[in-house]
């Protein structure tokens, strides 16, 4: 081969790895144009979530400031307001209407001490905390007076189901809370406040509900349900006022400044120590309501797939103490051991179960068993006494034939062979004539011209009272004939008594 061959394969070969270069160079392009594009994308969809979901920019602070300040004080037509929506909620309650529970939640005034405790917190305001703690304090003295007072003296005062879903609070009214609250103060916080926000969310928090259950608790000395109302209470307003804390640092109120720095330290510590003591709470308090609530979901599951779905047991009653961490079912019948070991093994499946001791309190009386042994005993008595009964009967059947056969030998004695037995003919009389109440017959003899005498049949009847004159006649002539034929006589006298 030539050299000018070699440099012309050289050539080629120079060409075709340019090309390849190229291709690579343009693959590299179109990636950096990809990833510019989905920069762009990711950049637009930053911008416009920012935008929809950013509320910092629409803040009136100065407004929202004087605005929650405003609503703290508690006197005048606040006190009456307060006192009415407190009235109109327990009548509620007592009604059982929810629509009139919630016409009081919307003119409750209970609202702004807790913003009011929020907000001071959050800008380090010490007066305003003080202002609001008192009038809150007040405001729910006088809630649980009038509510003790409406329900001591109303004489309709029963436990109705708005009463009594305010007496075991659980991680879903901590959440109403939270979330509540944000909403509340967001809308507090916007330019020209949103009052139906405001209002949704007085209903959906429910502070008076549960001072008016506490109310009632009292009325009628009932502590446990004082406790858990007020528990209910507690939860809603730490968890509002969290969320107005939080939400006011997130958009940078600004802190009350004091000229004296000792003063400003003083004060920054005091709201600091405050924030803590009301975060510690609201932490346990999330804590303790999740892990009840955790512990009666998976306590209603058990008694779903254990006990209810299983139609061989009749359970009739059932408990579930967290405190004393046992779970107690009450069965009709008795409960195999085999049944109370799968019992077990359900229950330490779940972890929040796992520590409860399961008590089975089975009424052994009840059991198929037994009453199947009872029934069998049952009948065996009635067959005993069915066999004595047909004894008796059986005797009287004798009794009654002997006494017949003592007739007859009485009658042929008084009567010759040919007489007719009275027994027999008293017999066919009232099955011929069931009018008749009495008879008796008799051969008598008489005498016309006293030298003669002949001997007449004499048959004494006594007829049943309700029967006319006339009827009586005709039953008369009716029985004279048939003596008559079956006595075998010519003359039978009816006497009638």
């Known amino acids: 081969m030539s050299d000018e061959n070699k440099f012309n394969f050289s050539e080629d070969e120079n060409s075709q790895i340019t090309n390849e270069m190229n291709k690579e160079a343009a693959v590299e392009e179109k990636k950096d144009a990809v990833k510019k594009d989905a920069q762009g994308?990711?950049?637009?969809?930053?911008?416009?979530?920012?935008?929809?979901?950013?509320?910092r920019e629409d803040t009136d602070r100065d407004a929202t400031i004087t605005?929650?300040?405003?609503?703290?004080?508690?006197?005048?037509?606040?006190?009456?307001?307060?006192?009415?929506?407190?009235?109109?909620?327990?009548?509620?309650?007592?009604?059982?209407?929810?629509?009139?529970?919630?016409?009081?939640m919307l003119i409750s005034p209970l609202m702004g001490p807790i913003l009011g405790i929020g907000l001071s917190i959050a800008i380090n305001d010490i007066d305003t905390?003080?202002?609001?703690?008192?009038?809150?304090?007040?405001?729910?003295?006088?809630?649980?007076?009038?509510?003790?007072?409406?329900?001591?003296?109303?004489?309709?005062?029963?436990e109705t189901s708005e009463l009594l879903g305010r007496t075991r609070p659980d991680i879903r009214d901590v959440l109403i809370a939270f979330f509540g609250g944000l909403a509340l103060i967001i809308a507090r916080t916007k330019k020209g406040t949103i009052a139906s926000v405001i209002f949704g969310v007085a209903i959906a928090t429910a502070l008076m509900p549960p001072l008016c259950t506490a109310g009632y608790s009292l009325a009628i000395g009932n502590w446990q349900f004082f406790g858990g109302a007020m528990y209910l209470f507690t939860i809603n307003t730490i968890f509002i006022a969290l969320a107005t804390f939080l939400v006011l640092k997130i958009l940078r109120f600004p802190m009350l400044k004091y000229a004296n720095s000792a003063k400003r330290k003083r004060t920054s510590r005091i709201a600091m120590g405050v924030a803590i003591i009301v975060m510690i709470p609201a932490i346990w308090t999330f804590l303790t309501v999740l892990k009840e609530s955790k512990i009666n979901r998976d306590y209603?599951?058990?008694?779903?797939?254990?006990?209810?779905?299983?139609?061989?047991?009749?359970?009739?009653?059932?408990e579930l103490d967290i405190d004393a961490k046992t779970i107690s079912l009450y069965f009709n019948g008795e409960i195999s051991d085999e049944m109370v070991s799968a019992f077990q093994n359900a229950k330490n499946e779940s972890v929040d179960?796992?520590?409860?001791?399961?008590?089975?309190?089975?009424?052994?009386?009840?059991?198929?068993?037994?009453?199947?042994?009872?029934?069998?005993?049952?009948?065996?008595?009635?067959?005993?006494?069915?066999?004595?009964?047909?004894?008796?009967?059986?005797?009287?059947?004798?009794?009654?034939?002997?006494?017949?056969?003592?007739?007859?030998?009485?009658?042929?004695?008084?009567t010759n062979q040919n007489a007719i037995s009275f027994s027999e003919l008293s017999r066919d009389a009232k099955i011929k004539f069931n009018d008749l109440e009495y008879f008796g017959y008799a051969k008598m003899l008489e005498s016309k011209d006293f030298i003669n005498i002949d001997t007449v049949t004499v048959a004494n009847v006594r007829w049943k009272v309700k029967l006319a004159d006339s009827?009586?006649?005709?039953?008369?002539?009716?029985?004279q004939q048939w003596l008559k034929n079956e006595l075998k006589v010519d003359t039978v006298f009816i006497k009638r008594n």
């Open 41 to 55: 994308l990711f950049a637009s969809v930053k911008t416009f979530l920012s935008e929809l979901l950013d509320f």
């Open 67 to 104: 605005a929650i300040k405003a609503d703290i004080p508690f006197k005048g037509a606040t006190a009456w307001i307060l006192v009415c929506s407190i009235f109109v909620a327990s009548i509620g309650l007592n009604a059982d209407s929810t629509a009139v529970v919630i016409g009081a």
């Open 129 to 158: 905390l003080r202002k609001s703690l008192v009038n809150l304090a007040t405001m729910i003295v006088l809630s649980l007076l009038t509510a003790f007072l409406f329900f001591y003296l109303f004489p309709l005062s029963t």
């Open 300 to 318: 209603q599951a058990f008694l779903k797939t254990e006990v209810e779905d299983n139609r061989s047991l009749w359970l009739y009653d059932e």
């Open 353 to 414: 179960l796992k520590e409860f001791e399961l008590v089975i309190n089975a009424n052994k009386t009840r059991s198929a068993d037994r009453l199947a042994e009872s029934l069998d005993r049952a009948y065996a008595d009635l067959d005993r006494k069915d066999n004595v009964i047909d004894g008796l009967q059986t005797q009287i059947e004798e009794l009654q034939s002997n006494i017949s056969n003592l007739n007859k030998v009485i009658e042929s004695r008084n």
């Open 471 to 479: 009827l009586v006649l005709t039953k008369e002539r009716d029985l």
